[in-house]
């Protein structure tokens, strides 16, 4: 076996860094599997001058990533430099040159996906994007390939590691929102300016490509209702504690009556859930299929190795295509599903008052609720005086009706302010 | 898009139910991701007379099966009659007539894997087999595919879903395993014949293909080593649960010192890992690997449907490489590692001794382990008088030095029997 495949790599810096790690020091077993010899011909990176311990001679280097997608010994380019521009562009000169493209660029198979497919398809090439969406674990291809014959009804995901792990230490350790996330920023887990992951940006694209794929729908990454963990406290988590769940950010993208919902938001979970068990910087997804019934795949999110190991292995898939002139399956999206809007989810909630201690309270409050079709499913009190809450958790109601809701409780002179509003996502997993 | 896939059906009891009834349901999805119509043009059974009730006309049933395979209207074999013969001469005879076959026979693919794969490859002909191992759950194309640029360490399985599912009810009830045994006959999920589920023969077929495909070296259904669930008690159970772990069924795959170490086994599971979670019927496959790091796959294990959806997501495959004259990855096994025996593993013990309720007892039977060079962790008294017994908690030990301090004990004056002896899975999952 003398075949060779040429990649050219869009980037070094941690993913990019693990795909070089793994391709040489499982080099053998690769070449076993593939069939042949995959060898790292160009690789653009930003600054030339900074030196990067990995096993590729100078000469392979380049600051023109241009130059890497054109070049006549590159068949398959690998993107891991992230962002949307110059990322889209080099990827969709790639797939017109006929090259096949594996990308780790979750933001941009998110925001370009169906046009990126589109491109592959006309050029008859693969366009592979394991990585894109949660690391390590393999999600794309069995959404794709092995439930290909089965209708996937919902998709759950906790998709961020960074804000998995500061939910799992405020959990375990009853502290605030802020300690922790200072904490994850020393220690490196979180970014020192967080925003895409605390604020669920990161999650809501992935969210958005694996509602793609799994109602065979376009769903951009703007079309995901987001809301991020920072205003979670640690006494929503107590009270969640108490009840029975605990708090994660999730993606959910359900198709129902026509529609397909899709949303990154903090809720709660019931512990006894698969998804409740997911620690510290985790991800895992979990399916409803019609046919298969649950499922759930469970593994690291980010890092390098990680990431790298999806991106070889889409590598493979490629590159045995491509020794095959054959290609792996294109995303189909032949439905045009309309989002559902937000306003007509219908849920459980969590909602937590600042109150007046005295009687006469609950009943106003429960009015309130009752005047906008939302049923109270369970209510108490906590505190005295000044530090007077009521916890309230409803049975299953229209997102407009829980807001009007919100919005009528912030204006009664006996509720002081609205503490904390979270979904209880409990009905999900009743089958 | 006019082009038709025609399938050969081998069986069609429960899995072959389940095919017939999603490839008719889904049949508009599957044919655009497929680019083709799947289409059953003959069906094998055993009794013609039987009803059936499937969407199927009656033309298409024959209690020839040679028939089938050879039938000039049949593109792709479906194997889901079960056995070793004559699935297996009818599955070799498909791949000779250059016919893909797609199989859900964990027990054919254990015994003649590597055969069966060879005969695949000569023919150029694809052999899939995902619903083979845990129903629903992808991890066949994962193993393969996804993770074909990695070096995966161990995988860990709960493979078997009636095992679990009584040992979850024993767990949660403290009731013992004749009592559950016996309501999930009742309940039809035991057989009357229980044996290849409790004595652990369905999972050490899983187990031996799951191994194979890790580690790209044969393993034969006869190499795992076998132990199965009847001896487990309540009293297990509870001691267990004192100490932080639950008793599960697993099958072990591990590779290190240039051995596969392959074991089918009742062991304590720390709660807090991934497995402990997995209740009742559902299966579940942990991975470790060296670049992805853990992964878990979490599904049903079997049922019409489930195992049904793996199937067709298989055909659908099969029949996407046939309309391109492509295929998928073969297995390699350019490996051949030995298998280790089991008197070499290494890993913690649980020992349960009944025991005269008199000084001097602890002391005989700590000097037996001291003489075998079995380290203990933990030991402690429970009952007393006639009901007195020592529980014992191994440190890291070879298997056979723990087989030799049992035989021992066992012929000490103050042990009156040894009551339990299971193994400990706990520094299996450090990294």
């Not at 077993?29 to 600054?47: C, F, N, P, S």
């Not at 995901?157 to 009853?174: A, S, V």
Request: overall charge negative; some cysteine.
């Amino acid at each position: 076996m003398d075949r060779v495949i040429r990649i050219g790599l869009l980037g070094c810096g941690t993913v990019g860094g693990g795909v070089v790690t793994i391709l040489d020091r499982e080099a053998d077993d690769i070449t076993v599997r593939t069939g042949a010899k995959l060898e790292i011909t160009h690789v653009a990176v930003r600054d030339l001058s900074r030196s990067r311990g990995l096993p590729l001679p100078d000469s392979v280097f380049t600051d023109d990533p241009v130059r890497v997608v054109e070049a006549d010994d590159v068949d398959v380019v690998v993107e891991v430099m992230g962002g949307i521009e110059p990322a889209g562009t080099l990827v969709r000169r790639a797939l017109e040159l006929g090259k096949p493209v594996v990308t780790a660029n979750k933001e941009l198979v998110a925001q370009q996906g169906p046009e990126l497919y589109a491109a592959a398809r006309a050029a008859g090439v693969d366009l592979a994007y394991e990585a894109a969406v949660a690391g390590a674990i393999p999600i794309i291809k069995p959404l794709k390939e092995s439930l290909a014959g089965d209708r996937i009804r919902r998709v759950v995901g906790i998709l961020n590691g960074t804000t998995n792990y500061i939910l799992t230490r405020m959990t375990e350790e009853g502290a605030s929102y802020e300690e922790v996330l200072a904490d994850a920023q020393a220690l490196g887990y979180a970014e020192a300016d967080p925003t895409a992951d605390v604020g669920g940006h990161d999650a809501a694209a992935k969210c958005a490509i694996l509602a793609s794929l799994a109602f065979d729908s376009s769903v951009h990454g703007d079309d995901v209702h987001r809301e991020g963990i920072e205003s979670v406290t640690a006494t929503d988590i107590r009270t969640a504690d108490r009840l029975g769940y605990v708090i994660k950010l999730i993606g959910i993208a359900h198709e129902s009556d026509g529609q397909v919902g899709v949303r990154v938001h903090p809720a709660f979970l019931p512990k006894e859930h698969p998804l409740a068990a997911v620690r510290d910087a985790f991800n895992a997804i979990y399916v409803e299929a019609e046919a298969a019934g649950e499922l759930m795949f469970y593994g690291r999110g980010a890092g390098a190795e990680p990431t790298g190991s999806a991106v070889v292995g889409d590598v493979i898939d490629v590159a045995r295509n491509l020794l095959q002139t054959a290609r792996g399956a294109y995303e189909t999206h032949h439905r045009t599903t309309p989002i559902r809007p937000i306003d007509e989810l219908a849920t459980q909630y969590y909602v937590l008052l600042d109150v007046a201690d005295r009687s006469g309270v609950l009943a106003e409050v429960a009015t309130t609720f009752g005047a906008h079709d939302v049923s109270i499913a369970q209510v108490w009190q906590e505190g005295h005086g000044d530090s007077a809450q009521l916890v309230l958790i409803t049975h299953r109601a229209l997102e407009r009706d829980l807001r009007a809701t919100v919005d009528e409780l912030a204006t009664l002179p006996s509720v002081r302010s609205v503490a904390s509003v979270l979904r209880v996502e409990a009905e999900v997993f009743e089958q």
